[in-house]
């Protein structure tokens, strides 16, 4: 267990126990809640019969423990659901069914899963190449005119709510200048060209909010990184400056990077919900606000989980960036 593939094995090991911790705070939550959780679950339409269904299926009746058991063993292993007139078996990882509209939970995430994705890793690229070149530029030209311009978009940016730029660009870009239509989601396998065209707008809107915390970030990392011993050894020694900067110091500066970025892209997948319902994008965070307006209990605890395990996802794997990133980690 010692070395590289020993610290990759502890990360995935925390990570599963993470995951398991989220899972019982999510059930607590939800399902152990004062009033009639088989009411709230299954909604205001369902007759007494129903309503009685659904307790059952929730094992309502039996100690918390069996419930939980349950409610985990659908997750891992799939259960049945009885819809009344037949018995629909729910594969795994089962998050439930929707009573409100008799569709297995798992279904509709899957169903705008993609969407969120291509949203938030296409906007990862743009908010880390502008962010992390805007960072490492103004700490290059640290006192200098470059650098207060690059400081005034970073706070400019920051500023700016996400919706402003997203209506800014639609109205220039879209209305004024007709560079672009109106996006409008399309498929990757369906274009992969009109798939980013159309999300060329939404990549950027979401981009420039995000790149603009990165760019304050980096400039901190490196202005740190740049005054080490280790840097002055390597001037001393007559290294190029731009091999200093883009080479040695900005390595040492990518870990908080790294954990912004896990962070970002962990609670963007269901986050960005103003850059989706902007855009008219079928995400997961416009289908977990719908969800919450109808009070779609099992659709509202399974976006939760989802949008809990990419997080989780993406701070074990910014973990293992770390290390490779920076070699003075420790792997412990």
């Keep these: 267990m010692n070395g590289f593939g020993g610290f990759v094995l502890r990360r995935a090991a925390g990570a599963l126990v993470t995951l398991f911790a989220i899972s019982v705070i999510v059930y607590v939550v939800f399902y152990v809640t004062p009033g009639n959780v088989a009411q709230i679950t299954c909604g205001p339409r369902c007759s007494p019969e129903q309503v009685h269904q659904v307790a059952q299926q929730l094992k309502l009746g039996d100690p918390l423990y069996v419930r939980y058991w349950h409610f985990l063993l659908g997750i891992v292993a799939g259960q049945d659901y009885s819809t009344g007139t037949a018995v629909a078996h729910c594969p795994a990882p089962c998050l439930g ?51 207060r311009v690059l400081t005034a978009l970073t706070l400019a940016g920051w500023a700016t709510p996400v919706f402003v730029i997203g209506l800014i660009l639609m109205i220039v870009v879209c209305g004024e200048l007709r560079l672009l239509p109106f996006p409008q989601y399309v498929k990757f396998t369906d274009d992969p060209e009109q798939w980013a065209w159309n999300l060329l707008l939404p990549w950027l809107s979401l981009a420039l909010i995000e790149a603009a915390a990165f760019a304050r970030l980096t ?5 740190e990184t740049l005054a080490e011993d280790h840097i002055r050894t390597f001037r001393a020694y007559g290294v ?15 870990a908080p990077v790294i954990a912004l970025n896990a962070n970002n892209v962990g609670s963007a997948v269901g986050g960005a919900v ?29 976006m939760v989980l989802v949008v809990g395990f990419f997080v989780v996802l993406a701070n074990a794997a910014a973990d293992v960036l770390y290390a490779v990133a920076d070699r003075r980690v420790v792997l412990s």
Aim: no cysteine.
């Design 274 to 302: 103003l850059t989706e319902t902007l855009f008219g994008l079928p995400g997961i965070g416009q289908e977990l606000v719908h969800a919450v307006n109808v009070v779609d209990l099992p659709v509202v605890v399974g």
């Design 240 to 254: 190029g400056e731009r091999s200093v900067v883009g080479r040695h110091a900005l390595r040492g500066a990518l």
């Design 219 to 223: 400039r901190a990392a490196m202005l």
């Design 97 to 147: 069914l929707s009573y409100r509209s008799d569709q297995q939970v798992t279904g509709i995430i899957l169903a705008r899963l993609p969407v969120s994705l291509s949203l938030v890793l296409g906007a990862m690229v743009l908010w880390l190449v502008l962010g992390v070149g805007t960072g490492v530029l103004s700490a290059w030209r640290r006192g200098r005119l470059t650098e």
